[in-house]
């Protein structure tokens, strides 16, 4: 039996990794070799680092984590120094700097996730998987039932509820470190030890070839982020583009990490200038793009009464413009190379006009149209065009909802859906599949009963 080390001595993590992985003698680290440093500006530095520091130490594949909460209004903060953001360094202590740190920011830019990074560290180098539970900050603790943050974090997946009011097996449902460590198998393929089941799909599709290079924009979190690590995991070369330089650094260390090759370009998608300028800097550092994944959007309540003209235009600026000037950029080489792949992600939400989200419906309806048109017109150039329509997905844009998202899915998930399912070029790709037939169907029925039945269950009122 193959063995391997956690660079750990938490018993409950070794149980816990021998359940998981039950082909592999796993032990915790000898306690005469001492605690390795915790030194890096990320995540990924600090799993890699403390995996190193076992496998140099014995000589056998080593496998760390390390997690924390980023508060995307505090540019990331605390991350790293999750443990140690207050000067005492107690819970109570930093919840107490947080909530100061964050009294001036309403509830609708107080998006957070807790992150997790694994690191499998070897003869044969480092593999990093990363999991992410997104949600928001609160205004006051909650809850007996954790520690660290959880009493102030409320998950996506559970609207209303902090993480200190969850039950075990809630937590563990939707918890990042559980996130990163269902990508272990991943993980141990690519580093060639076969022990366990194979993961559920290549890591590199052989569909594809030699690695291609994959541009996408709103890269720096949500779907964006986690669609980029996919790519990196699976040895392609990824292009980042997002407004944050430091989100998107922080991304591209992941996924080289993972195997990928990365170069980023801040840039804001609405301005067309700025976008082409980012993307042709990507292309000098990566090569022609070979597959476009315009990502970038936005959505906020726009109810008809409440005249939101000026958010409905932030909206469109953002959801339309961002998706035609990204494809604007890389569209004539792809034409001139007779060879490529455009995809926009558009949204169940563009199928029909959903109350107290015109804005949003009516950007997505004219992603989806835009592409339809376009697919027809480039087929026979040899580009290939894709609509992606996922449903509601447990991103920073979906963290404010405050009412019960049907079908709700991570961003992880999500990821290797839409990877998976762009290597077959499709038309249109609409998940998970319980949204897809609901919304195919309200397409159908006539006006009359789609106002009545979707009134009725629109969680926008008033």
């Known amino acids: 039996m193959t063995r391997l080390v956690l660079a750990s001595r938490n018993a409950h993590k070794v149980e816990e990794l021998r359940r998981m992985v039950p082909g592999v003698d796993w032990a915790a680290l000898p306690a005469e070799l001492g605690d390795p440093a915790e030194t890096g500006d990320t995540f990924v530095a600090n799993a890699v680092q403390k995996a190193r520091f076992a496998f140099d130490a014995t000589g056998l594949w080593s496998l760390a984590d390390d997690s924390g909460l980023e508060v995307d209004a505090l540019g990331g903060r605390p991350g790293v120094h999750s443990k140690r953001f207050s000067p005492e360094g107690r819970d109570d202590t930093n919840n107490a700097l947080l909530l100061h740190t964050l009294a001036a920011v309403p509830a609708s830019e107080r998006r957070a996730r807790f992150r997790c990074v694994i690191a499998l560290v070897g003869p044969a180098g480092a593999f990093t998987a990363s999991g992410a539970c997104e949600g928001a900050i609160g205004f006051a603790p909650r809850g007996e039932a954790g520690f660290g943050y959880d009493p102030l974090f409320l998950p996506a997946a559970t609207p209303g509820r902090t993480m200190a009011e969850l039950t075990p097996s809630e937590k563990d449902r939707i918890s990042h470190r559980g996130s990163a460590l269902a990508r272990l198998p991943e993980l141990l393929w690519a580093a060639g030890l076969r022990v366990c089941a194979p993961p559920p799909y290549p890591l590199l599709n052989p569909l594809l070839g030699a690695p291609m290079v994959v541009i996408i924009t709103g890269a720096s979190t949500g779907i964006g982020a986690a669609l980029a690590l996919e790519y990196g995991r699976r040895g392609h070369k990824v292009g980042l583009v997002a407004r944050r330089a430091d989100l998107l650094a922080e991304v591209a260390e992941q996924v080289r990490a993972a195997g990928g090759t990365a170069a980023f370009a801040a840039a804001d998608v609405t301005r067309r200038s700025d976008l082409t300028e980012a993307i042709g800097q990507i292309e000098a550092s990566l090569g022609p793009c070979d597959l476009l994944v315009a990502n970038a959007g936005s959505g906020e309540p726009t109810p008809a009464h409440k005249s939101p003209i000026d958010t409905i235009e932030r909206i469109l600026d953002l959801n339309v413009k961002g998706v035609l000037f990204a494809i604007g950029a890389v569209l004539p080489g792809m034409v001139e190379r007779k060879s490529g792949h455009i995809a926009a992600v558009s949204s169940v939400a563009g199928f029909r006009g959903l ?108």
């Open 355 to 462: 109350p107290g989200s015109g804005g949003y419906s009516a950007s997505k309806a004219y992603v989806t149209t835009l592409l339809e048109s376009f697919r027809v017109d480039l087929k026979r150039r040899g580009v290939a065009v894709t609509s992606i329509n996922p449903g509601f997905i447990a991103t920073p844009l979906t963290a404010p909802n405050r009412f019960k998202m049907p079908f709700l899915m991570g961003a992880d998930r999500a990821a290797r859906i839409i990877a998976d399912g762009l290597d077959h070029r499709p038309a249109e790709l609409t998940f998970p599949f319980p949204m897809k037939v609901l919304m195919n169907l309200a397409r159908l029925v006539p006006n009359w009963l789609y106002d009545l039945v979707i009134k009725s269950a629109s969680p926008m009122k008033g």
